[in-house]
């Protein structure tokens, strides 16, 4: 069954960076263009970036310059790294094929950012 298993959330303060990983299970990985999006609570989700198969990239302008989306096609890994994050970052980050070929949520990964 293909998964994809979110990691590297936590507890930041403002200002602060962390490094998500989206690990994929399934066979196809290369082939197509990757996500990541997050669902602050009460508010619906929203992407934040994405990345083609050739690398191209493309953000939300709320991340622009803060956050950085790259992939590892070998290891089958997707990245987020996010720098200067304020509070309006805190949700839940989840990573998926960009539609129409989004696979089944994951569980997400929790992004808390507080003092």
């Known amino acids: 069954q293909v998964q994809l298993v979110e990691s590297g959330g936590g507890l930041v303060q403002p200002g602060g960076s962390l490094r998500l990983s989206c690990v994929f299970s399934?066979?196809?990985?290369?082939?197509?263009?990757w996500g990541w999006y997050r669902q602050a609570p009460g508010k619906q989700r929203e992407s934040v970036a994405t990345?083609?198969?050739?690398?191209?990239?493309n953000y939300a302008d709320f991340v622009k310059g803060r956050f950085t989306i790259s992939r590892d096609n070998a290891g089958k890994t997707l990245y987020l790294q996010m720098n200067s994050l304020s509070p309006e970052d805190t949700a839940v980050y989840y990573c998926n094929r960009v539609s129409p070929t989004n696979l089944p949520w994951g569980q997400g990964t929790q992004v808390t950012v507080s003092s």
């Open positions: 399934g066979r196809s990985f290369t082939v197509y263009p």
């Open positions: 990345i083609t198969s050739g690398g191209t990239t």
